[in-house]
């Protein structure tokens, strides 16, 4: 049996008993791909992108399109990637030039995991059957290890500290490791004195040059309510009392805001310049320069060292994941190890 191939159809034949079903190439492709997957590539992550905004925050979407105009659609339109047309070797290829080109392998792997997240929705939509960026060589990544200070360093920072415009941020990330965003979009409304309690629900970020505050946090478990120690009530009750003052100081040209981490004249601080103010206290104080997140591993560090689990500390801290809290804060320093050590292996007796 032989039937001539017609456009679109496929050539059948037998042979040794069996049927066979034979594709033009077009064809095949036809089969496996829909109409839409035409479509460019970097057209269709256009389009992605704004259905995005809806799904992550606006500091997060930011990112995505500063990658997308500034790396990606520029590659692939040189290219006339469509959906369709899109392999594994492109996204290599990007890969491989953004590598030559000396970005970090830490932006190249985000970058790379937006492509990837993009053509996922592709897959989901039945506009391709494959990922083409799926097996991808990404460059390797070195896991920063932050150093920490110990409790003696957190004082000696807090006292150099002491009347910076950043202070009560410092204090709120050096006794409680809150993040900078926390910090800085920390409210007195989320602050009851008597009930001696704190919520972490709104969060200040920097994107572009702007601020954004927001009602969201990190992740779900970053919002949380956490107790006020005696001497944190009593820091935050002067606090409060020292920017009434300058609301009367400062009469009508006081910034009526709700922050708690803000400038005398009211205002609140900039992410950007509690970290800079960071450095300058760090220099003053002629501490080990580390990041102000790194504040955060020193809490978590001493809360270990004092004995509290990591399922205490992740919740602590906010940690959507406690492999977070192992991986990242579990610094135990090298005189522990010693005593571990002694503690640990049974005595060896030399013959």
């Known amino acids: 049996m032989d039937m001539s191939p017609v456009m679109g159809m496929p050539h059948i034949y037998e042979e040794d008993g069996y049927i066979h079903f034979m594709l033009r190439p077009e064809d095949l492709m036809r089969l496996r791909y829909s109409e839409e997957a035409k479509t460019s590539f970097v057209d269709f992550m256009d389009q992605w992108l704004d259905q995005m905004k809806t799904q992550v925050r606006e500091n997060t979407m930011d990112g995505y399109r500063y990658a997308f105009e500034k ?39 985000k970058f790379h995991s937006i492509m990837h997240k993009c053509l996922k929705y592709a897959v989901a939509l039945q506009i391709i059957p494959l990922n083409p960026s799926d097996n991808v060589m990404l460059p390797k990544r070195y896991k920063y290890r932050g150093q920490v200070y110990s409790r003696t360093q957190i004082n000696v920072f807090l006292a150099a500290a002491l009347h910076s415009p950043a202070e009560a941020a410092f204090v709120l990330a050096a006794t409680y490791g809150l993040r900078r965003s926390e910090c800085a979009g920390l409210r007195w409304s989320a602050i009851d004195l008597r009930a001696r309690t704190m919520v972490i629900n709104h969060t200040a970020v920097q994107s572009g040059g702007r601020v954004i505050y927001a009602d969201s946090v990190k992740t779900k478990s970053s919002y949380r309510t956490l107790p006020l120690s005696d001497s944190l009530k009593r820091y935050l009750s002067d606090l409060r009392r020292r920017q009434n003052e300058n609301r009367k100081r400062y009469g009508k040209k006081y910034c009526k805001t709700d922050y708690v981490c ?3 004249d009211g205002s609140p601080l900039r992410p950007d310049y509690i970290s800079r103010e960071f450095e300058r206290v760090c220099r003053k104080a002629a501490l080990p320069r580390i990041r102000f997140h790194d504040l955060r591993h020193s809490v978590a560090t001493i809360l270990l060292q004092q004995g509290f689990s990591l399922k205490q500390i992740q919740e602590w801290l906010g940690h959507a994941d406690i492999a977070t809290t192992a991986n990242v804060y579990a610094h135990v320093p090298y005189v522990e190890k010693i005593s571990i050590a002694k503690g640990a292996t049974p005595a060896i007796v030399l013959q």
């Open 262 to 264: 803000c400038h005398e």
């Open 71 to 109: 790396h990606i659609r520029p590659f692939f339109t040189a290219r006339g990637t469509t959906l369709a047309t899109a392999r594994p070797m492109d996204f290599q290829d990007f890969v491989n030039l953004k590598f030559s080109q000396g970005l970090s392998p830490t932006s190249i792997v």
